[in-house]
């Protein structure tokens, strides 16, 4: 038998061959913020990260509603996940977000849903945030803002967003019940 090495085969060592680092720096626009999310919750099913938090008044321009979006948020949700979400109001995301609403329905028992109804929108959070990186939206309008990830805005945001926990309530249920 020959000692020869074969080649590496893409994907061999279990990585998704697909998969790049996520930007770091500024971005700008609707679609690239939406790209963004799209990318960092393919990102979170590949890596497996632990703890995500979603931040944003209305999550109206989030791309929640692609199949894309939720094929990811399904491949993430395994045990030993968790996820925060926090709105000043779930009415757009219960009302234009389906896929999510039933993934959501789903996969409760890991998806705390907490509003905060006292913080204006226009100052309202509106951060992707992760252990390994974090997205923050400044301007609302044209949908700019920083990524990355490093410590200092991870330590920052989260400092933010745990504030914003403190003083928000249990929303969006997962289910209603009726007689």
Known sequence: MNNEQLPATPGASGEDPRAKPL???RFAGRE?????????LQTAATEGWREIILS????EDW????????????AWSKTGRRMTLLAKSFDVVMRS???FVAWRRT?????ECRACR?????????VLWSGSWVL????????TGFCGAEPERRLRLRELLDERLRVSTPAFAASTLGL
Request: charged share 25%; aromatic share 8%.
């Open 118 to 126: 006292t913080v204006d929108a226009l100052d309202f959070p509106s």
């Open 97 to 99: 977000q389906p896929r």
């Open 56 to 59: 944003d008044a209305t999550f």
């Open 63 to 74: 791309p929640l509603r692609e199949r894309v979006v939720v094929e990811s948020l399904q």
């Open 23 to 25: 930007p770091s720096g």
């Open 107 to 111: 996969w409760s028992h890991i998806i």
């Open 32 to 40: 690239e913020f939406a790209k963004l999310i799209r990318d960092a």
């Open 136 to 143: 923050q939206r400044l301007e609302l309008q044209h949908s």
